[in-house]
């Protein structure tokens, strides 16, 4: 689906404005698809934290701060200048008393909705769309199989290449759990699970593996899943340091993911 247009939907659909045609069928991408009802309940869980922001106590809170101000600025005008008689002024009821106030005041708190709206929701999306361009499942490498792997990897690895992800969790859990090996391997299965707080703290543990090779696999792996979890300072940070290092695998596309993310 495209980008846009899906963003266009999920917004539709939080804030019950889809047509029921469409939210049928949106529904049963849902049902069908655990990624992208991951991706719905995350963009509801920021549209109610916004909403929180134009919430009645905020709007009071606001309101009073405007009167202050306006009281102060009042008393200002009133100190600067001598009184003046001035000709009668006929006034015009605005109707209830405070009604403008409360108006002013319910702007305020809409300027505030819409820019913190705007602010997460375009740095949220951009972790995703970064993310998205880059992630792409491990390949097979043709490499030396470190030494703390388990005696079966090429087995639980042709698990993970057919995307049996499910199958190849199962196929670890009788492997020594603290080598980061095994760690690296369930970390990257996660992510494509899109579990990504999971993945993490097996990704960072499997970042001090001993073999290279397998340190800078696990590097690159844990910024993106930081992308995916909206951890965008830890991935830059992370991304930093690969780019760094000369003889790291995957220098060249960090520099590239940082030049996205600036």
């Known amino acids: 689906m495209n980008t846009d247009k899906e963003y266009a939907d999920m917004q539709a659909y939080v804030t019950g404005q889809l047509p029921p045609r469409r939210r049928r069928g949106f529904e049963e991408r849902m049902n069908s698809d655990p990624t992208f009802r991951k991706k719905v309940e995350e963009h509801q869980e920021l549209i109610d934290g916004l909403r929180q922001l134009g919430s009645e106590y905020q709007i009071r809170k606001r309101m009073d701060e405007v009167m202050a101000e306006q009281e102060k600025g009042v008393s200002a005008d009133q100190t600067d200048e001598q009184p003046r008689a001035e000709p009668p002024i006929k006034v015009i ?13 319910a702007s305020v708190a809409a300027i505030f909705f ?17 993310y998205g361009d880059w992630y792409r499942s491990e390949m097979p490498v043709k490499a030396a199989t470190p030494t703390d792997c388990p005696a079966n990897l090429d087995a639980i690895t042709q698990l993970y290449y057919r995307k049996q992800y499910r199958e190849t969790l199962s196929a670890l859990q009788n492997a020594d759990s603290s080598a980061p090996c095994v760690q ?18 097996l990704l960072q543990k499997a970042t001090r593996s001993p073999d290279d090779l397998l340190r800078a696999r696990a590097e690159w792996y844990l910024a993106l899943t930081y992308l995916r979890a909206d951890w965008r300072s830890d991935a830059q940070a992370l991304l930093t340091t690969i780019a760094g290092k000369p003889d790291h695998p995957f220098q060249d596309q960090s520099r590239q993911v940082l030049n996205r993310l600036r």
């Open 93 to 105: 009821p605005l109707g209830s008393p405070g009604r403008w106030q409360w108006a002013m005041a």
């Open 184 to 201: 690296y391997y369930e970390g990257i299965t996660y992510l494509a699970l899109d579990e990504s707080n999971t993945a993490i703290p």
């Open 114 to 130: 819409i820019g913190g709206y705007y602010f997460l929701n375009r740095s949220h999306f951009e972790n995703q769309s970064v």
